[in-house]
């Protein structure tokens, strides 16, 4: 089963809109939450995190929203940009099992110039 | 600081055949985790090693093992290769064990097995 699923494969979005990254997740272990970009030929690369005792994290562009109760995260980039296009991952770890990361299936963002 | 850097980058095997990865942390990280991503089942975690022991096993048949060196650096071993091993193998390595600890990805090993 996947403890971990993003729902929406693709997404495009108008470069300076917002896109959002939806991730949603079944185990309540849970308790920190990553999002990785990803380009072909590259392995993924840190983006922003955010730990269960919070519900929101900002780092530039980048926001992430936590909803423990929904079991539901999102991503928000404001403003896009064309090289914001990549495949966007979300990851999921429980405290009681090391670094092991559970990943969802990923959602390729298209930003239009 | 240097990346993580994984040896080789594209390898061509045939069934039946055994294949040897390797993974080289950031400096100072002790933490080394491998997984494959494949277009079918995504990426999924195979190990996690942390000072030459192995803290963390997926779901993955006992062909897939792993070790790691008392600097860190990490390989990973398939015996007896499948057609469904063809995957991008990648390693992530992390300062810590444990509780919110980011993890750097290597560019990763494309296996493909004929």
């Known amino acids: 089963d996947q403890q971990v699923k993003q729902n929406s494969p693709s997404l495009s979005v108008q470069e300076g809109r917002i896109s959002i990254l939806n991730c949603d997740y079944t185990n309540s272990m849970f308790d920190y939450f990553l999002w990785y970009k990803k380009y072909p030929a590259e392995g993924p690369t840190f983006l922003i995190s955010?730990?269960?005792?919070?519900d929101k994290n900002e780092d530039g562009r980048f926001t992430v929203f936590l909803n423990k109760s929904a079991k539901h995260l999102s991503l928000h980039i404001v403003p896009s940009q064309p090289g914001d296009s990549a495949v966007y991952f979300c990851a999921a770890s429980a405290s009681n099992a090391g670094n092991m990361l559970t990943f969802g299936g990923g959602t390729r963002l298209m930003v239009k110039p | 600081k240097a990346g993580v850097t994984q040896t080789p980058r594209y390898l061509i095997k045939t069934r039946g055949q055994q294949v040897t990865l390797s993974c080289s942390p950031i400096?100072?990280?002790?933490?080394v985790s491998w997984y494959q991503q494949t277009p079918g089942q995504g990426l999924q975690f195979l190990f996690e090693?942390?000072?030459?022991?192995?803290?963390n096993k997926g779901n993955f048949p006992g062909r897939f093992s792993g070790r790691q060196f008392s600097n860190s650096r990490s390989e990973m071993n398939v015996s007896t290769l499948e057609l469904g091993d063809s995957a991008l193998y990648l390693c992530?390595?992390?300062?810590?064990?444990?509780?919110?600890?980011?993890?750097?990805f290597g560019p990763g090993t494309r296996l493909t097995v004929l």
């Open positions: 400096s100072g990280h002790r933490s």
């Open positions: 992530a390595s992390s300062p810590l064990l444990g509780k919110y600890n980011e993890q750097f």
């Open positions: 090693y942390f000072s030459e022991t192995q803290r």
């Open positions: 955010i730990s269960s005792i919070k």
